[in-house]
């Protein structure tokens, strides 16, 4: 019996001691480049190279529309790269609003590695990109990256599509058998954040998102006193969720 308690407890160790060696490639799933220039994907496009101020040169596209009230700056979710935004920024301009696409380190095209501090960095130098009014849309894990920056700079509206309370809210919600707070490096302590922000803002949330909890993105949208927008049936990485009219109603209701 004594035997199998320890084996059980080093397995449970070892466990514990991948996940924490490991944990970032368990957040962040870049795609990789080569990607197209920015005129390739949407007519008048325009390639950019941000700098960030630990001195990596990041690569973006900017979508600029004549006489456009504000810039979008997308702050993309955990997975993919720009170019599975370009519907979005699709969307955005033909409704008026000029669109910045572009990635974080160690994502498409661009050198580094993620992580949270490194992502904040990023966030500055996108909008240090920008002259005139902005409007934050974060996705997901990117929903914390545009909080923590409209902490730093507030934008004229902010828009927030299934944002968690915290990554070790999350984390512990798939992986409730581990010590996730007391793991994770990397916080993304949106709840806590968000609160001091003082702008229109609009949560988004699919009422079957299967990766953040529905109740997680009701309680930041009550926290951040939001407007709250629920897409019936709607999972995590839906379209509808990535681009719909919903959506883009959502950032011209904040611009």
Excluded: C
């Amino acid at each position: 019996m004594r035997r199998a308690v320890l084996i059980a407890a080093a397995v449970v160790v070892t466990i514990v001691a991948v996940v924490f060696a490991f944990q970032r490639k368990l957040i962040y799933f870049p795609s990789p480049g080569p990607l197209p220039s920015a005129e390739e994907v949407l007519p008048g496009g325009r390639d950019v190279r941000l700098v960030t101020a630990d001195g990596l040169l990041l690569n973006g596209w900017h979508f600029e529309v004549y006489d456009a009230p504000a810039t979008v700056i997308v702050f993309p979710g955990n997975g993919g790269n720009r170019l599975g935004r370009v519907p979005l920024a699709r969307s955005l301009t033909e409704r008026g609003l000029s669109v910045l696409l572009f990635d974080y380190r160690g994502y498409g095209d661009n050198p580094g590695t993620p992580s949270e501090e490194g992502l904040t960095y990023d966030a500055r130098a996108a909008l240090d990109l920008i002259d005139g009014p902005v409007i934050y849309f974060g996705e997901s894990l990117g929903a914390a990256v545009a909080v923590e920056l409209a902490t730093y700079r507030a934008p004229r509206g902010l828009v927030l599509r299934s944002p968690f309370a915290s990554l070790a809210a999350v984390g512990s919600h798939h992986y409730p058998w581990l010590p996730v707070k007391m793991l994770l490096r990397d916080k993304y302590p949106l709840l806590e954040r968000v609160s001091a922000v003082d702008v229109p803002t609009v949560v988004l949330l699919g009422t079957a998102d299967s990766v953040v909890p529905p109740a997680q993105s009701r309680e930041v949208a009550a926290a951040a006193r939001a407007k709250l927008v629920e897409i019936a049936g709607a999972d995590h990485n839906d379209e509808v969720l990535l681009s719909g009219p919903q959506v883009v109603d959502a950032v011209l209701s904040v611009g």
